[in-house]
């Protein structure tokens, strides 16, 4: 469905049913509406840009009423009120997308020397026809002197080819540490967000070094063999709050790696063509997009196309996952759902096997924070945040805050992938249902960070930033048992609502059994282990007694959010968490 004069979107933030076959819609300039409940159970259908016939015909099948006439009536209400309006192509844009290829990368490792020498190989591979050089930062985390020294040799080698090679180790985290601290007050809250070891402090250390500029991550198990699925085409399509990527699941790492398709860009350049466009300028460059899956928040950007910049782009893969919990796939939409339910065969493998092959098929625009660094350009020529420096689930936390921060960043998934080699085993272990047997540092972040956007009226994307960052200190700062309170509360309340809403989804006569099957076992999962007092204590501490370790945590949530402070105020060196930390960050 590509948008024309002749699609509706509806514009309104939320419905209030009041009885009596009434109810109340807040449109999207605050105005509340008085409506018929039958119009209201079809605003609730109308998503995406449709025909007014096609967004009847959804509310048909979904059974919101028997008579068509009052459907059609529904619809003339919505119309005659403005809660439908015709899509407007937005105006030409006052710039045009970014087409030039990134030109800096920063690949973040530790003790693992074979795994990088094969990450940089490729790499090395894909910019050999450039024209001009680009710029490497390898932030090594190792622990190991030995590791540390042959990775260092490693990076010296790349001299040879067309790339200014950079080695990043602690040395060069210390010198960072006093540059950007500027006082010693501060200097503790940005070592503990800058020392290389975490995984998150590296990718912080990637921040600062390529400050001020659009930049490709690349974890040290990518392979930069670029691939492109069959089916993808070309053009513009807007997401919505579904997965946008298609996913196929594989036994084997051989199965997933078989025949795949050269993409017909470079990595650098697939990425370059969309990283700090706005919506309105790809728009244009693209054509009319596919706004069929779209929510109303992406067709209200697209109303100000102008105004909405791509902040991150993310690649496919195949090969390893990279997915923490086996059964995270269950609370997917889209196309990936579809499939889980269609196919018994896929979905038996889908949740033993880490294996796959995912990707979009069209260049796809999305608000949803979901993002995942093992391949993902970032553009940091304006505010972004820190990562959190320790545990995992870092990159979710970071697109989280981003969007916190600036509410017109856009987030986009190419219709490409790179080979991911994870040293992992194919096969999940038979506890890997991780999301319903524990709790991890980040998924108490991505509850706050969301709690803390709700409510936020901070004007800019640095005052957002700095009241998230006191929101984490006062937290910190509450009764071990307060706190944790808090915690548990906030968990129960999404994770409940997604278990529920999944079960009322599968409790139709409709509902594939296997998928049914494959819930009944997480659900009964969680229920044993959700009772259990250290279930909501982040797994990243496991030793001691629950008060032991709930203060444990309360430590870490204080430390990050006097990181994000500290981050917030280093306005001296520029708009952004770097800004000109080039001169600081490689003064030897």
């Given at each position: 469905t590509t948008v024309t004069t002749d699609d509706y979107v509806a514009r309104y933030t939320s419905l209030f049913p009041l009885g009596r076959d009434r109810a109340l819609a807040v449109s999207a300039d605050g105005r509340a509406i008085p409506i018929r409940a039958l119009a209201g159970q079809l605003l609730q259908r109308c998503t995406g840009s449709r025909t007014i016939e096609q967004h009847c015909a959804v509310a048909w099948q979904a059974q919101v009423s028997g008579d068509p006439h009052a459907i059609a009536a529904a619809a003339e209400e919505l119309l005659r009120t403005g809660l439908l309006t015709p899509v407007r192509r937005p105006p030409t844009p006052a710039s045009v997308a970014a087409t030039a290829p990134l030109d800096t990368v920063a690949i973040t490792t530790a003790?693992?020397?074979?795994?990088?020498?094969?990450c940089l190989n490729a790499l090395a591979e894909q910019v050999q026809d450039r024209t001009s050089p680009i710029t490497l930062f390898v932030i090594d985390g190792s622990?190991?002197?030995?590791?540390?020294?042959t990775n260092r040799a490693l990076v010296a080698a790349l001299a040879s080819y067309r790339v200014r090679a950079r080695y990043v180790g602690r040395g060069t985290a210390r010198r960072l540490h006093h540059g950007l601290a500027g006082g010693r007050s501060r200097l503790g809250p940005v070592k503990r967000l800058l020392t290389p070891g975490g995984i998150g402090s590296n990718r912080n250390l990637a921040l600062v070094l390529a400050g001020g500029r659009r930049f490709l991550f690349i974890d040290d198990d990518v392979v930069c063999r670029v691939w492109q699925p069959s089916d993808s085409r070309p053009g513009l399509a807007l997401g919505g709050h579904g997965n946008c990527e298609h996913w196929t699941f594989y036994p084997h790492r051989r199965a997933a790696l078989a025949d795949l398709r050269p993409a017909d860009s470079s990595l650098l350049t697939a990425h370059g063509a969309v990283l700090g466009s706005t919506l309105s300028a790809l728009a244009h460059a693209g054509g009319g997009p596919d706004a069929s899956a779209a929510c109303r928040h992406v067709l209200e950007a697209w109303r100000h196309a102008d105004r909405y910049t791509v902040r991150v782009t993310c690649a496919g893969l195949a090969g390893d996952a990279a997915r923490h919990c086996s059964h995270s796939l269950l609370f997917l939409s889209g196309p990936t759902r579809d499939l889980l339910a269609s196919s018994a065969s896929q979905c038996a493998v889908a949740f033993t096997s880490r294996e796959v092959r995912r990707s979009a098929h069209a260049l796809t625009v999305t608000h949803d924070t979901a993002c995942a660094t093992y391949c993902m350009g970032i553009d940091a020529t304006t505010l972004v945040p820190p990562f959190m420096p320790h545990g995992r689930g870092e990159d979710a936390v970071f697109g989280a805050m981003l969007g916190m921060i600036d509410p017109h960043a856009l987030f986009a998934h190419l219709p490409m992938g790179v080979i991911h080699r994870s040293p992992r085993p194919a096969r999940y272990?038979?506890?890997?249902?991780?999301?319903?047997?524990?709790t991890r540092l980040s998924d108490v972040f991505l509850f706050f960070a969301k709690q803390c956007g709700d409510s936020t009226v901070a004007a800019t994307p640095h005052d957002r930033l700095a009241r998230f960052g006191r929101c984490l200190c006062d937290l910190a700062a509450l009764p071990p048992t307060t706190f944790l309170t808090r915690v548990t509360e906030l968990l129960l309340w999404v994770r409940c609502?997604?278990?529920?809403?999944?079960?009322a989804q599968l409790a139709s006569p409709l509902a594939p059994p296997h998928l049914r099957r494959v819930f009944e076992d997480y659900y009964d999962t969680f229920w044993k282990r959700a009772c259990r007092p250290d279930y909501f204590v982040a797994r990243e501490h496991r030793r001691g007694t629950v008060d032991e370790r709930v203060r444990l945590v309360q430590r870490d949530v204080r430390a990050f959010g006097e990181g994000i402070l500290a981050c917030a105020r280093i306005s001296e060196l520029g708009d952004h968490l770097g800004g000109s930390s080039q001169s600081v960050a490689l003064g030897a």
């Open positions: 003790d693992r020397p074979v795994i990088l020498k094969r622990s190991s002197e030995s590791a540390a020294s272990s038979r506890n890997a249902m991780h999301s319903a047997t524990h609502g997604a278990l529920t809403a999944l079960e």
